[in-house]
Each structure stands twice: as structure tokens, then as C-alpha cells.
């Protein structure tokens, strides 16, 4: 696309070829990522500051957990044997 026409900006619905996203940033062409696929924050880096997403957050490389664990409240309802978690 960019060796024929010049493009300011792209928006991308797919092409994940491992190809085009670099060949994007050589071209100093923005991304604008409409895919609903997470990236890390290694190919942000790679490809800054042409690659941008405001859908799919970065996937961490370990993840941490979202939420704690759920604890039962002391409570006269957990006494009894009606409490039924969070």
C-alpha cells in the first residue's frame, strides 16, 4: 500500500503477516489497530510510534491477577451457613 500511493495512516482489520507492521513503521506510516487481538508491550515498543490500539489492551508477559481471592465476611448470615461467596 505505502510503495504505491503514500498513506499517512492505515487502519488495520487483520494483516498479521509478520511482515506488515514493521514494513508500516519503516514507511513512517501510522497504525491505528481495529483488531480485537491483545499485544504485548514488546511489539508497542518495536514499532513506536507508529503503532497505536485503543481496543486491545497489552498482555503482560506473566499476568497478575485481576481480582482477590474472595473471603467470606464474618457475619451471622456466614454463621448459619447462608453465605454464598462474593
Request: charged share 20%; hydrophobic share 35%; proline share 9%.
Amino acid at each position: 500500500m505505502t510503495q504505491d500511493d503514500k498513506a499517512f495512516a492505515v487502519v488495520l482489520t487483520g494483516q498479521f503477516q509478520s511482515n506488515a507492521r514493521p514494513c508500516y513503521a519503516q514507511r513512517k506510516t501510522l497504525m491505528l489497530d481495529a483488531t480485537l487481538v491483545a499485544n504485548d508491550q514488546k511489539l508497542f515498543d518495536e514499532l513506536a510510534p507508529y503503532l497505536w490500539s485503543r481496543a486491545s489492551p497489552s498482555t503482560p508477559a506473566s499476568p497478575r491477577p485481576t481480582s482477590t481471592p474472595c473471603r467470606p465476611k464474618a457475619s451471622s448470615r456466614v454463621a448459619r451457613g447462608r453465605h454464598r461467596g462474593c
